[in-house]
C-alpha cells in the first residue's frame, strides 16, 4: 500500500510539472487547480499564484474543483467582517486594514451571487467557532467587475485578480490578490484605498440586514450574543 | 496612677486626631508617574483615584492636599492601544495574519509622539502583513501610513482630490517634512 501511495503522489507531482513546464514554455493550458493546490495555506500564495499564471490567467479557469464555476464579472462579492480591530472607533466603518491580505495570502471572499444561506451560515458558524474574541460585525460589498478594473496611478495594468478558491464545505468561497504589477510599497498602499472605495467606504451592512437577515437568525445563539 | 480626661481634653485630642493627614495608598507607578506631572495645589481631601484614564494621587501638606491630576491624553490612549498590539500572536485575525512587527510598533509610537496638536490623531490599524499603519478618513482627506518597520513609511494620501503618495525615510526623531502640510485639516 504505502509504495501505491507513494507512485500516485509521485505521478501527480510529474503530472503538475509537466502542465506548469507546458504551459510556461508553450503557453498550453494552466493548470489553475493544481497551482491553487500546492499554493494552500502558504504565506506567499499571491506571489506564487502570480508567478504561476501571471496576468490573472486563473480567473478563466475553475480554480477547485469544488466550485460551480469561474468568478464572473457581474458578480457580487461580501467580505465577511469578523475581527474587531478592523472597526473603526469612531465612525462604526470598517478600516481599510480588512483589505490587507490581497498582498500575500489572497483577501477571502464570499461570491455573494452564487451562495446559499445555508453555505453562509455554515461558513459563519465555522468561522465563528474558531476563537471567542471573534464576532460577526457585517459584511462589505462590491462589485467583482469594479475590483477587476482597479488600477494603481502611472500604470496601465490591472492590479488585482478575482479567483473561485471554494472549498469543499464553502463553495462560495473565492479570493482576492494583486497582480504582480503591485511591485512598490506605496502601491500597495494605494491598492488599499482602491478596494476600501470599491467595497463601499467601509460601510458595513450589519449582519440582521444581510439577506434581511436570513443569515444572521440562524446563526448559533452563542454567536450571535457575542460583541 | 492614671487620672481621668476633661472633657475639654478629651475633645482636643479628638481634633488633634482627626487632623493628622489621612495615610495615602498609592501605587510605585503612579508615584513615579507623579514626578513627571504638574502638580496643582488643592485643599480637596478627595481621596486617591486610580481610573483607566485619570490618574489621582493627595499627598498631605500642613492641612493642605497637593494633587497631581492630569488627563491620559488622546495621543497617549492611542499609543497604548497600539503597543497591546504586541501581545498578539501570530493568526490573530483567524485568516493567517503575521504577528504585529515590534519594529513598526516602535516606529509608529514615535511617530505619534510627533504629531502636532493642529493635526487630527489618526486611528491605528494593524495589517496581517504585522506593520502598522495610521489612517485619516475626514472630510476630504484619506490618509493611509504604513510603517515598514526599517525606517521607512510608505503612504497614500487624498486631500480635497490632490494625491499624494510615496514612501519617505523616518528616523524617529524628526516628523518627515511632507506629511504636515498634506495631512492638516
Excluded at chain 2, 78 to 98: C, F, H, K, V, Y
Aim: glycine share 6%; aromatic share 8%.
Amino acid at each position: 500500500m504505502p509504495s501505491t501511495r507513494k507512485k500516485c503522489r509521485l505521478c501527480s507531482r510529474l503530472s503538475s510539472g509537466l502542465k506548469e513546464f507546458l504551459h510556461r514554455f508553450f503557453r498550453v493550458g494552466v493548470d489553475c487547480q493544481g497551482i491553487n493546490r500546492r499554493t494552500h495555506g502558504e504565506e506567499q500564495r499571491v506571489a506564487k499564484i502570480n508567478a504561476a499564471a501571471p496576468d490573472c490567467a486563473c480567473e478563466k479557469y475553475r480554480m477547485s474543483r469544488h466550485s460551480p464555476c469561474a468568478v464572473e464579472n457581474s458578480e457580487i462579492l461580501a467580505r465577511f467582517v469578523f475581527s474587531p480591530i478592523h472597526i473603526h472607533h469612531k465612525t462604526g466603518n470598517v478600516k481599510p486594514s480588512i483589505f490587507s491580505h490581497v498582498f500575500s495570502v489572497g483577501c477571502s471572499i464570499q461570491r455573494d451571487s452564487v451562495a446559499t444561506n445555508k453555505e453562509l451560515i455554515s461558513f459563519a458558524n465555522d468561522f465563528l467557532g474558531g476563537d471567542d474574541k471573534r464576532s460577526w460585525r457585517g459584511v462589505l460589498l462590491a462589485e467583482c467587475h469594479e475590483l477587476r478594473s482597479i488600477k494603481v496611478e502611472n500604470s496601465l495594468n490591472r492590479a488585482v485578480c478575482v479567483y473561485d478558491t471554494a472549498e469543499q464545505e464553502n463553495p462560495a468561497h473565492g479570493e482576492i490578490g494583486q497582480t504582480h504589477h503591485i511591485i512598490n510599497e506605496a502601491d500597495v498602499v494605494e491598492l488599499r484605498h482602491a478596494l476600501f472605495t470599491a467595497f463601499g467606504n467601509g460601510a458595513v451592512i450589519p449582519p440582521f440586514q444581510y439577506r434581511n437577515g436570513k443569515v444572521w437568525d440562524n446563526l448559533a445563539q452563542h454567536f450571535q450574543a457575542r460583541k | 496612677m492614671t487620672t481621668p480626661l476633661g472633657t475639654a481634653a478629651a475633645a482636643k485630642i479628638f481634633i488633634a486626631l482627626t487632623a493628622l493627614p489621612t495615610p495615602t495608598v498609592s501605587q510605585i507607578p503612579a508615584l513615579l508617574e507623579q514626578q513627571a506631572r504638574p502638580i496643582q495645589k488643592t485643599t480637596s481631601r478627595s481621596p486617591i483615584v486610580v481610573t483607566g484614564a485619570q490618574l489621582t494621587t493627595v499627598v498631605a501638606n500642613n492641612d493642605k492636599y497637593e494633587e497631581s491630576a492630569r488627563p491620559t491624553t488622546l495621543n497617549e490612549k492611542l499609543i497604548g492601544e497600539i503597543r497591546q498590539w504586541s501581545l498578539l500572536n501570530t493568526d490573530w485575525d483567524g485568516e493567517g495574519a503575521a504577528a504585529p512587527s515590534f519594529k513598526s510598533i516602535k516606529e509608529v509610537v514615535s511617530f505619534v509622539r510627533l504629531l502636532d496638536n493642529d493635526i487630527m490623531l489618526p486611528e491605528p490599524m494593524l495589517l496581517s502583513s504585522g506593520h502598522v499603519a495610521l489612517y485619516w478618513n475626514e472630510g476630504n482627506l484619506y490618509a493611509d501610513l504604513e510603517f515598514l518597520g526599517d525606517g521607512r513609511i510608505a503612504y497614500f494620501i487624498k486631500n480635497n482630490g490632490d494625491r499624494h503618495k510615496g514612501v519617505v525615510a523616518f528616523d524617529s526623531q524628526k516628523m518627515p517634512a511632507v506629511f504636515p502640510a498634506i495631512i492638516r485639516a
